[in-house]
Structure formats: structure tokens, C-alpha cells
């Protein structure tokens, strides 16, 4: 669960450790993939990705959402770093295809954003969350990031729709402790929201809901 190293500082381990403790919906599927390097004394990453539909599952749309994927990166840095506010840095990344009527539409990197803030439990224009109750700190701090929504146009040789519409999501925030598992499960329900997933435990058609 930790990348190994010896010498490896005990928070760092246990804030690895509990990545691994999160409970993530049965369609999105989590693993370790190789870390950014020289962005902080320790990091560590995860892959995290809507598995596909089933084999049997009924023919897909071809105006149908497509896949997402993404990455969440945790930076490590003992002595903290000034732009962070803390020790603990999660850097996220996420793409997905989206409808054209969706990318289209001028209130979705609004809505994008909106995901990831109430997911975090961050108001509305703010930058930390809100500290839980019998704490003055709050869990969240100096988060910000980008949305961007792109429109690409497949033209000669090359397989694919001729036209695919993505919605991207690039964020950062620090957590106030080494618990990080709400935070994946935050970052795992933006996926979720990004991908067109249905609430969780509402079955769907050729992919009933688990049990």
C-alpha cells in the first residue's frame, strides 16, 4: 500500500494506508500507478477509472457518454510547504467524454467545479472547507483548480466518432490530516458525477446495481 522505502515517514505510511480504506461504488475501479517525481520528498498516486460496461450489456449509444479516468496524486512534504498550508497535497486530474449537448452548454465548468467543492465539503467561493464540529480546523484548505471543456474533430484515417467532447477537471487542495480516505471517496463521486453515473445502488440497463 506504501511505495516500500524504508525510510519512509510513519505519516506518510498511514495517510497511504488509508487511501486503501476507502469505499469506492462498485463501477469505478482504483489502482496504484507510478508517482510525479520531484514534486515533493514523498508522493504516491492512484489510477481511478469507471470499469466499462459489462460484455453483454446492451449495444451503447453512439451519442452515448464515453469513458473517464483519472488520477489522484498525494505529495508529501514533512516541513510543509508555504503555498500548501500544510503537509498533505492531493493534486487530481480527471477526463470524460460528455454528451454534446452537456459540452455545449456555458454552465458546465460551473457545474464541474461545483462537484468537487460540495464533494469536499467546501462552500460555495470558498477555499476550505467547513471545520467539523467540535474542531476549528477545517478538513479542506486552498483548494483550486480548472475546468475545461474541449471539442475534438476526428478527420481521415483514424477510428473513433467524428466528434468527441471532454470535459477535463485539474484540481488541488491540502488535507489537514493524514486520514485521506473521504478525500478519495470524494474524488471517486466527481468521476462518478463526470461519467453520467446514475446515483449510487440504481441499477441501470445490462448492469445491475451490486448488493
Given amino acids: ?13 498511514e495517510a497511504v494506508q488509508s487511501l486503501h480504506r476507502a469505499v469506492v461504488r462498485p463501477e469505478i475501479e482504483v489502482g496504484s500507478i507510478r508517482p510525479p517525481q520531484r514534486l515533493a520528498p514523498y508522493s504516491y498516486a492512484l489510477g481511478v477509472e ?27 512534504d514533512p516541513s510543509g510547504q508555504d503555498a500548501w498550508n ?16 452537456l459540452a455545449t452548454d456555458p454552465m458546465l465548468p460551473q457545474v464541474a467545479w461545483s462537484w468537487l467543492s460540495e464533494a469536499l465539503g467546501v462552500p460555495e467561493g470558498a477555499t476550505e472547507s467547513l ?4 474542531s476549528d480546523v477545517p478538513a479542506v484548505v486552498a483548494l483550486g483548480g480548472t475546468v475545461t471543456s474541449t471539442t475534438s474533430v476526428r478527420y481521415g484515417d483514424i477510428a473513433g466518432p467524428p466528434q468527441a467532447h471532454q470535459l477535463e477537471l485539474r ?26 453515473l446514475p446515483p449510487a445502488g440504481v441499477a441501470t440497463l445490462g448492469r445491475p446495481s451490486a448488493q
Fill in 1 to 13: 500500500m506504501t511505495t516500500g522505502a524504508q525510510t519512509e515517514p510513519d505519516e506518510f505510511r
Fill in 50 to 76: 469507471v470499469a466499462p460496461p459489462d460484455a453483454d450489456a446492451a449495444i451503447v449509444p453512439t451519442d452515448s457518454s464515453g469513458s473517464a479516468f483519472g488520477r489522484l496524486v498525494l505529495l508529501y
Fill in 86 to 101: 500544510g503537509m498533505f497535497r492531493l493534486v487530481a486530474f480527471i477526463q470524460a467524454e460528455v454528451e454534446a449537448e
Fill in 131 to 134: 471545520p467539523p464540529l467540535g
Fill in 171 to 196: 484540481a488541488s487542495w491540502t488535507a489537514a490530516s493524514s486520514d485521506l480516505a473521504g478525500h478519495l471517496e470524494a474524488f471517486c463521486e466527481v468521476l462518478s458525477n463526470a461519467a453520467g
